[in-house]
């Protein structure tokens, strides 16, 4: 089949090191609080590292006949690192993100369980200082970016039980009719950043890995493998950098970036 063009734009979105994004789709990483006032630190974007596209399920376009198949969801895996092409450090809080699209269209639409699965030596490092964030992008009444840690029936997580297979990735108010899952439908766009720490070195033949998981029985696993250098850095927060959402990154720009 042809691919739609919901298929392009996710695959047009980087699969290495993104470019930086205007000002306005970045998440803004304040100073810390007992640095000067007069002193005003530089900023700077981490870009993603970014593993290749998965495609996950095969789903009937509703109602169609004869039948049309598609994918039903598609997405990848990344994590930020200090510009231009360095690593992040042993104790250096970076963020893991996976971008989902969903170009299949069921008629119910699917309910997405998402798991983060991480090697021996890399750890959630989830505080109020660096916390998780998650958005979406709905097509419907026009391309808009949404931040689910606002919404009634969503929010950002704050705590990662265990599920089947990793750390459970569950809107903070319950998600999709109270499931612990994420709602999404043809056209939607998800993309959910969570922040790690190393306390090993990386040498990138482990892997993040995230589980996605949306219809019964049906799973895929969008990775990225992680590297960490033995530099030791005493620093917790990630003041004075800049993360940027691949979302705001499709064309056109979603409203809100």
Not at 87 to 114: I, R
Not at 139 to 163: A, K, M, Q, R, V
Not at 218 to 231: E, I, M, R, S
């Amino acid at each position: 089949m042809n691919l739609r063009p919901l298929d392009v734009a996710l695959l047009a979105l980087c699969v290495t090191s993104c470019a930086a994004v205007p000002a306005a789709a970045q998440i803004l990483r304040l100073p810390p609080v007992d640095a000067p006032a007069s002193v005003e630190a530089p900023m700077q974007v981490t870009p993603w590292y970014n593993g290749a596209i998965t495609s996950i399920g095969t789903v009937q376009y509703c109602l169609s006949n004869p039948p049309i198949f598609a994918t039903r969801v598609m997405g990848y895996a990344g994590f930020s690192h200090p510009p231009p092409d360095f690593t992040p450090a042993l104790g250096e809080v970076f963020y893991t993100h996976v971008l989902l699209g969903h170009p299949g269209n069921p008629c119910t639409g699917s309910a997405v369980g998402l798991e983060l699965i991480l090697p021996p030596g890399v750890q959630i490092a989830n505080s109020p200082d660096n916390p998780v964030f998650c958005y979406s992008m709905v097509p419907n009444p026009s391309n808009h970016l949404i931040n689910l840690d606002t919404d009634p029936d969503y929010g950002c997580p704050t705590s990662f039980p265990l599920g089947l297979e990793g750390y459970a990735v569950r809107p903070l108010r319950g998600g999709l009719n109270h499931s612990g899952a994420w709602g999404m439908h043809m056209g939607f766009y998800l993309e959910i950043l969570v922040p790690l720490r190393a306390t090993q070195v990386q040498t990138g033949s482990n892997k993040i890995v995230w589980r996605v998981n949306p219809d019964v029985g049906v799973v895929g696993y969008p990775q990225v493998p992680v590297f960490a250098n033995g530099d030791v850095i005493f620093r917790d927060a990630m003041e004075n950098n800049l993360l940027n959402l691949d979302l705001c990154t499709l064309t056109p720009t979603p409203q809100g970036c």
